[in-house]
């Protein structure tokens, strides 16, 4: 995963959905416990991405993605 997000972070786009795709069925769970609407939870989904791809080049220590 680290070599994904380093990649991530120079640019590779496909990196970085390879991440966002293995990360999917964490973020529907959290977004699904607390918001009970599909179209919320897709919302809330893709503002994670959006932030996350966003602010990537910004990680240091890419434990903490």
Known sequence: MDLLIKRAQKGDEEAFIEIMNQYMPQMYKVAKARLKNEADIGDAI????????????????????
Request: proline share 0%.
């Open 46 to 65: 893709q503002e994670t991405i959006l932030s996350c791809f966003k602010s990537i080049k910004k990680l240091k220590n890419t434990c903490f993605f």
